[in-house]
Structures are given as structure tokens and as C-alpha cells.
């Protein structure tokens, strides 16, 4: 499979701790990206990440990215009730196509 | 979450019934996919099509039946399912570039279809 597999598959925190959910992948890569579901919705593109690139962030994320590895990892900092949702990486590995993971549910506790 | 709409939002139908899911895209995209979202399994891709051509079919069974009329318009025709095909069907559309590249995709809010 080409697809990415995310890590932990649900992680539980408490308001204002800090989130990490980890993405490893089989195959080289274009990119990676990250995308949020809330409940029965659509998806949500959060941050995407090149593979000539090691690190990136927008806000409250940080991504990193090691392709020795074949592995990514999304940090959420200084979490809320509203990052409550599900998040999957998905990578590129030609023109027209990208796989998802199954995903990990993030549940943030007020 | 105006930027691509699907309809309807929610679907129930029979075995035997035919039933059309639709999708449209306002952001001047090339690129549009047809995902299947099972619980607790990874987005499986259906359909691609890039500039109206169908460029990708992912082993789907030929009860699923795709038709892009024009580059903002997306349908999945569906005929005698089965009640495994029970899942939330999303859309989303990309832009895809002279160089090959495609890079964020937009989803819709999906269709969640139950099968009795």
C-alpha cells in the first residue's frame, strides 16, 4: 500500500496541552499534506510540506518531515476544544493522486 | 465551504433503486475525485478526472458510474448497491497545472449514503 498510515489512531488530551500525531508512508514522495475532518464533514487542507523540506509552520502547527524515515509528524500546540476532530496526512506520489490515511481522532477535553 | 457543494446531503435508498449523487465546484478547478469514506478505514479514490477525462479508475465496481458533463460538474450515478456500499461519499476538486503538479484538493461536505 501506498498510503500513508497515521499514528496514534485516537489520542485524548486536556485543554491546553499540546497534540502529536505521527504519518509513515512506504514510497517516495512529492509531498505530504494535512487535513482536518470535523464530524460527517468534508475535509480540510491544514498544511502541506515538500519533500525537500524538513519543517513548517501555520499558527498552532508545526509539521516536520524526515524522508529518510518516511515519516511525518503534525504538533498541535496549546490545544483547544475546537481542534476536537479527526486528521489525516496524505501523501502525493504522482501528478494526479494522493492517498489518505486512515486517520487519528483527536479528542480535546475543556 | 461554499467552494464545492455536493447534493443531496444525506441519501437512503434500496438495492434495486437508481440514485444520482452531485457535486459542483466554484473555484475554477481542472480536477475533480470522487472518495469513499468507510468507518475506521483510510479515503479510498474512486474516480479522477482532469480536464473532463476520466484519468483514473480505481478497481470500482461498475454499480458506481461517474460523469463529469464539464469541468465544474461532477455525478455518481449509482444502481443496485449493496448495503456494504453504506458509507459517506465525498468530492473535491484540485487545480492541476501545465508542469503536471497538482497540490491542496477542496472537498465537499459529502454524501453520506446508507444502502438498506
Known amino acids: 500500500s501506498q498510503q500513508g498510515e497515521e499514528d496514534p489512531q485516537a489520542l485524548s488530551i486536556q485543554e491546553g496541552e499540546n497534540a502529536t500525531m505521527n504519518c509513515s508512508y512506504k514510497t517516495s514522495i512529492n509531498n505530504l499534506q494535512w487535513y482536518r475532518q470535523n464530524s460527517g464533514r468534508g475535509l480540510v487542507h491544514l498544511i502541506l510540506?515538500?519533500?525537500?523540506?524538513r519543517e513548517k509552520h501555520s499558527g498552532r502547527l508545526r509539521v516536520t518531515l524526515d524522508t529518510s524515515k518516511k515519516s511525518s509528524s503534525l504538533l498541535i500546540t496549546a490545544s483547544r476544544a475546537a481542534d476536537t476532530a479527526s486528521y489525516f496526512c496524505?501523501?502525493?506520489?504522482?501528478?494526479?493522486?494522493?492517498?489518505f490515511g486512515a486517520g487519528t481522532r483527536l479528542t480535546v477535553k475543556p | 465551504e461554499t467552494g464545492v457543494t455536493q447534493t443531496p446531503r444525506h441519501l437512503v435508498m434500496g438495492m434495486t433503486n437508481k440514485k444520482s449523487l452531485k457535486c459542483e465546484q466554484h473555484?475554477?478547478?481542472?480536477?475533480m475525485y470522487w472518495y469513499k469514506q468507510s468507518a475506521k478505514k483510510p479515503l479510498e479514490l474512486m474516480f479522477v478526472y482532469n480536464f473532463k477525462e476520466q484519468t483514473e479508475n480505481n478497481s470500482v465496481p461498475s454499480r458506481f458510474s461517474p460523469e463529469c458533463p464539464n469541468s465544474s460538474h461532477l455525478f455518481l450515478h449509482l444502481h443496485t448497491l449493496q448495503p456494504e456500499d453504506s458509507a459517506l461519499y465525498l468530492c473535491a476538486s484540485s487545480q492541476f497545472g501545465t508542469s503536471g503538479s497538482t497540490d491542496t484538493q477542496y472537498f465537499g461536505p459529502g454524501t453520506r449514503l446508507t444502502v438498506l
Open positions: 510540506i515538500r519533500s525537500n523540506e
Open positions: 496524505a501523501t502525493r506520489y504522482n501528478n494526479n493522486d494522493m492517498r
Open positions: 473555484l475554477g478547478h481542472n480536477a
